[in-house]
């Protein structure tokens, strides 16, 4: 392989990628029309160049677990492509970067706010949480969820309540994601000595959770239109993304074979990616803004 997908690699860019689409999101959702194109655009290049930087910092960290596990056993570090030093480097070039953008081409906030994600996900969640409890994934969600609301700061400057409810819904779609990939994946986990619920509780305790957590996230994907912040479009197609997540998460309880924990990972995935879609073609399509309350317009943070 070249070693320029080595470095790609690094950066998870599947994984990235959605993260950048729903901070994209998040900022087209932040102003009435189309936002300021140089904030949007330099937004999102700092946003991608952090996230990149945080994963490739997680494949340095988790270099020794990674050698164990067949779902990782392929990375650079893990088969010997690149070393320590090179990934540490790369890291922090990524990082340096980003912080030079969002600060000096779009605002301070954004900048401060994806900091704190970077080293809530690469130092809080990588090195401390996911080796230390169960509820890992849970705890650490918050900087996964973090991208929807970097992007709504990056074009407005400010971080309103409805940005708050984007993150809201990636905090709780995240546990019940990540443990249908843990449920399928315990041996794994179990081999390289990580506290995965499945690991710890067991297999029908993680089913259980998984369900709560997806209970939780079906009403939380009911707050845009409640609040006012989305329309009737939004309604109907989320409650179809809503009905299918449930079959999943109900059916995860008695599963047909082990192979299903998969194809509830994967439905999570168009979920999130579908459901945020709907939010967007309904903040263009069909404007609810209007009749939006007074409580939830534009909160400055300076």
Excluded: C
């Excluded at 290049?45 to 490739?56: C, F, K, N, Y």
């Excluded at 922090?92 to 779009?106: K, P, W």
């Excluded at 991208?147 to 409805?162: D, E, F, N, S, Y």
């Excluded at 994967?266 to 990616?273: P, T, V």
């Amino acid at each position: 392989m070249k070693l320029w997908r080595e470095y790609l690699e690094l950066t998870k860019p599947r994984v990235v990628a959605l993260l950048v689409f729903t901070a994209l999101i998040g900022a087209l959702l932040a102003v009435p029309g189309l936002p300021p194109w140089r904030h949007l655009l330099l937004g999102l290049a700092g946003i991608w160049l952090a996230a990149a930087s945080a994963a490739a910092l997680n494949h340095l960290i988790d270099q020794r677990i990674d050698r164990v596990m067949a779902r990782t056993a392929h990375r650079p570090l893990a088969t010997g492509t690149l070393r320590p030093l090179q990934v540490l480097l790369f890291a922090l070039a990524l990082g340096v970067v980003s912080m030079l953008i969002l600060a000096l081409g779009v605002n301070a906030l954004s900048a401060w706010l994806t900091l704190a994600s970077l080293i809530g996900y690469a130092g809080v969640y990588t090195a401390f949480l996911k080796r230390a409890t169960p509820q890992n994934i849970v705890i650490g969600g918050i900087a996964g969820a973090a991208p929807p609301a970097l992007g709504w700061v990056a074009v407005t400057g400010t971080l309103a309540p409805h940005a708050l409810l984007l993150v809201l819904i990636i905090f709780l779609w995240t546990p019940p994601h990540f443990w249908a990939l843990a449920i399928f994946r315990r041996a794994d986990y179990a081999r390289a000595g990580i506290p995965m619920l499945p690991v710890t509780h067991g297999v029908v305790v993680t089913r259980w959770h998984l369900l709560a957590y997806t209970v939780l996230l079906v009403l939380a994907t009911l707050l845009p239109y409640l609040t006012g912040m989305s329309g009737l479009f939004y309604l109907g197609g989320t409650l179809i993304l809503d009905i299918g997540f449930l079959y999943y998460a109900v059916r995860m309880l008695r599963p047909p074979d082990e192979l299903f924990a998969m194809r509830t990972f994967a439905y999570s995935i168009i979920y999130l990616a579908a459901l945020f879609g709907f939010l967007l073609a309904d903040h263009w399509l069909l404007p609810m803004h209007a009749a939006a309350p007074q409580l939830l317009q534009y909160v400055p943070i300076r």
